[in-house]
T-cell receptor, first 118, second 113 residues
């Protein structure tokens, strides 16, 4: 079974530009979550989608948005990039109805998209 | 709201040394606790978890963690580390309705051969 796939793996943008990141969850997983990972901050929850609906949102500005398609693939977009948006963006998927599987408590993460903003 | 804190940001050990990484949580209700590990260049993966029952839980690769309610702690331990344990370790607690994780800031472990 293929794991969570994120593209692109690395990208460099300049301030003011916008970026779109893509995530393909494990087959059969309908919940997709996004996290931002920065040194010293750990992982911060961005948002979670299930069946094309955003169910939960973290404390990030409106420049951060996302969506999910009918095949459960998800994208996140960051507009008007700032230097502080440089981070590793992680996508995770889960089997079941909750964002985190209630039986196993496990999230399956992709390897991330590393964004550098210059 | 739930939160976890990790006070060791960077730990350097020699092979065969014992490891203990601290994790403290702040939540008075039912607690579920997790440790995730991120090896260099790899995806984050589950190391072990505590849901209920025996407070001493064992995970993959010889890791274990003990849930101590009176100390609000869930420290990760390994009796003898290997070079391949070099990674970043994250403590995490789910929100009450399991819709997201709250992660600690992470501890980078560097094991010298």
């Amino acid at each position: 079974k293929a794991g969570v796939t994120q593209t692109p793996r690395y990208l460099i943008k300049t301030r003011g530009q916008q970026v779109t990141l893509s995530c393909s969850p494990i087959s059969g997983h309908r919940s997709v979550s996004w996290y931002q990972q920065t040194p010293g901050q750990g992982l911060q929850f961005l948002f979670e989608y299930f069946s094309e609906t955003q169910r939960n949102k973290g404390n990030f500005p409106g420049r951060f948005s996302g969506r999910q398609f009918s095949n459960s693939r998800s994208e996140m977009n960051v507009s008007t990039l700032e230097l502080g948006d440089s981070a590793l963006y992680l996508c995770a998927s889960s089997h079941g109805l909750a964002a985190i599987n209630l039986n196993t408590g496990e999230l399956f993460f992709g390897e991330g998209s590393r964004l550098t903003v210059l | 709201a739930q939160s976890v804190s990790q006070h060791n940001h960077h730990v350097i050990l020699s092979e065969a040394a014992s490891l203990e990484l601290g994790c403290n949580y702040s939540y008075g209700g039912t607690v579920n606790l997790f440790w995730y590990v991120q090896y260099p260049g790899q995806h984050l993966q589950l190391l072990l978890k505590y849901f209920s029952g025996d407070p001493l839980v064992k995970g993959i690769k010889g890791f274990e963690a003990e849930f101590i309610k009176s100390k609000f702690s869930f420290n990760l331990r390994k009796p003898s580390v290997q070079w391949s344990d070099t990674a970043e370790y994250f403590c995490a607690v789910p929100s009450t309705n399991f819709n997201k994780f709250y992660f600690g800031s992470g501890t980078k472990l560097n094991v010298k051969p």
